[in-house]
């Protein structure tokens, strides 16, 4: 057997290449205690993407840019700018080049400068790769959420949101707390010295806080009584209850009074017919005889209760930081029913009549959620139903597990904290 020079020298080569390949490879651009590195290179990645032998450009997309127009400008080719164009349909529309959101361009070190990558981040939680070096594709990534769990305390000393900043954390945890507790505490009356502790889970991307996702469980001192609120999700739906697993929220009374029929529904336009125009009408209308009673859907507290020249004889009662309701055209107000009176879900407030701008006897009915009147037959009530005896030993396991953490928890003002003396 001959050998074969050219061929031998050939494989020589290709040896000598790929060892000086992997010696270049192999060698750290930087000494480091972290001799693994040394044992086996890792690639430095940005967006999944090998930039060892890249330039990162970093912008924020400006008013009139367009992908194009930024590719353009770093020398990419109409063909390719086509390609992708092409290869991005269906998958990210180019259009939702959000100006103000960043981009990064990833280009060859060398002097071609050749972009390899455009990236695109929408938003917090995803990028978009427009690839375009051999093969031109798009592709559009979600970054891993991380869920930390967090805990927060304090007594409050001014208001609960000024305490809940004080103390550095969300501001979002006030309404979703508000949110939970609003059936037990009268948010509009918190007191100094009523404390609270608030177990929840912070999402993160990258180490970077984006949000809460949920309260887990909740201590709250009000007047020295304590209300506890725990997450649970029950029959696939997300809800809060309390120790013993009753839920958190109160419903209402599905209608205030015993009526005939309803006469007019809540909408934004309707032909008025004593005002002969098209009015909104933010109320539910209950055809009923003159002087059936008419009971307060909820227990709350009146804040209203006396005559308007449109509303005739009206109550309006507040349930809690969320809900009020207004009931008006009454023939007349019950007695004792006046500001400041704590009244009962089904107590008797009123009778049915028509004073005010009213054609027959019947009662307007209104419904306000969050401070804007909403349609009372439509308006999604909070569940309050226990929860479900088969699942009720798992809550008390849950619950368990919540209350054990929130009982490690200390109360600390944002002054007590100030005044803390640096350890020695
Ligand atoms: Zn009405």
Not at 362 to 386: E, G, I, M, T, Y
Request: with cysteine; net charge positive; charged share 25%.
């Amino acid at each position: 057997m001959s050998l074969n020079v050219p061929y031998l020298i050939s494989f020589i080569l290709l040896i000598l290449l790929y060892s000086c390949h992997s010696v270049i490879k192999q060698t750290p651009k930087k000494q480091n205690v972290d001799s693994l590195l040394y044992e086996n290179p890792q690639p430095k990645l940005l967006f999944g993407l090998p930039i060892d032998s890249s330039k990162v450009i970093e912008g924020k997309i400006k008013r009139n840019q367009t992908l194009s127009t930024i590719l353009q400008s770093f020398g990419v080719s109409n063909t390719k700018i086509y390609a992708l164009a092409q290869a991005s349909k269906n998958i990210y529309d180019l259009r939702k080049l959000i100006i103000g959101k960043k981009y990064s361009i990833i280009h060859k070190m060398d002097t071609t400068k050749t972009v390899e990558y455009f990236i695109f981040e929408p938003d917090l939680q995803s990028f978009v790769v427009f690839s375009l070096g051999d093969s031109v594709y798009t592709r559009l990534h979600q970054k891993k959420i991380d869920l930390i769990e967090r805990s927060i305390s304090a007594t409050i000393h001014s208001s609960l949101y000024e305490t809940v900043i004080d103390i550095g954390a969300p501001r979002v945890l006030v309404s979703k707390l508000i949110d939970i507790l609003a059936w037990q505490v009268d948010f509009f009356r918190i007191q100094e010295g009523d404390k609270f502790k608030v177990i929840y889970e912070e999402e993160s991307i990258e180490g970077n806080p984006i949000g809460i996702k949920q309260i887990t469980g909740v201590y709250f001192e009000h007047f020295n009584k304590i209300f506890y609120g725990f997450r649970y999700i029950a029959d696939q739906k997300e809800d809060y209850f309390d120790e013993e697993g009753n839920s958190l929220r109160k419903t209402f009374l599905r209608a205030p009074l015993n009526y005939r029929r309803i006469s007019s529904r809540y909408s934004g336009r309707r032909y008025h017919p004593i005002q002969k125009r098209y009015k909104a009408h933010l109320g539910t209308d209950y055809a009923a005889s003159v002087g059936t009673p008419i009971h307060s859907v909820g227990e709350g507290i009146v804040v209203e209760a006396k005559y308007g020249r449109y509303n005739g004889n009206y109550v309006k009662i507040k349930h809690n930081s969320t809900y009020s309701t207004q009931y008006l055209h009454m023939q007349k107000i019950k007695r004792g029913i006046r500001p400041g009176v704590q009244v009962e879900q089904g107590q008797t407030i009123g009778f049915v009549g028509s004073t005010g701008l009213a054609t027959g006897p019947h009662l307007c009915f209104r419904f306000w959620k969050n401070n804007s009147q909403v349609d009372a037959l439509k308006v999604d009530l909070p569940p309050s139903d226990p929860i479900n005896p088969n699942a009720l030993n798992d809550f008390l396991h849950e619950k368990n597990r919540i209350i054990k953490k929130l009982e490690l928890l200390t109360f600390e003002s944002p002054q007590d904290k100030k005044e803390t003396p640096m350890s020695p």
